[in-house]
């Protein structure tokens, strides 16, 4: 098994920026890919929107459109832990987010197997 716990949220204004860690203990974290999803207030009882992967070495990313170019994605496998920074930040970003791994590298939200608790990001306008 694998644990992980992420931290970081917090309330922000729009346009400021967010980094978020996501530490994990277990299996060898080297070994899987880890992504970040989150889930927005509105959408209690919907799938959690993916947001970004990370391949076990870090070398490739995936970004999901309406992140790419604000958020970047990084891996310390030294430290097992994975960020998710977040810059210019708008108020439809507010949701938990979480971080999952998985053994294959994909954005699907059904190919990750362990799930963080989530952490509050809130975007005010």
């Known amino acids: 098994q694998v644990q992980l716990v992420e931290s970081g949220g917090g309330l922000v204004q729009a346009g400021g920026s967010l980094r978020l860690s996501c530490a994990a203990s277990?299996?060898?974290?080297?070994?899987?890919?880890m992504g970040w999803f989150r889930q927005a207030p509105q959408a209690p009882g919907k799938e959690r929107e993916f947001?970004?992967?990370?391949?076990?070495?870090?070398?490739?990313?995936i970004y999901a459109m309406s992140v790419k170019g604000r958020f970047t994605i990084s891996r310390d496998n030294a430290k097992n832990t994975v960020y998710l920074q977040m810059n210019n930040l708008k108020p439809e970003d507010t949701a938990v987010y979480y971080c999952?791994?998985?053994?294959?590298?994909?954005?699907?939200?059904?190919?990750?197997?362990?799930w963080g608790q989530g952490t509050q990001v809130t975007v005010s306008s």
């Open positions: 277990g299996r060898t974290f080297s070994s899987y890919t």
């Open positions: 947001v970004a992967t990370i391949s076990r070495s870090g070398t490739s990313t």
């Open positions: 999952a791994s998985s053994t294959y590298y994909s954005s699907t939200y059904s190919r990750y197997d362990y």
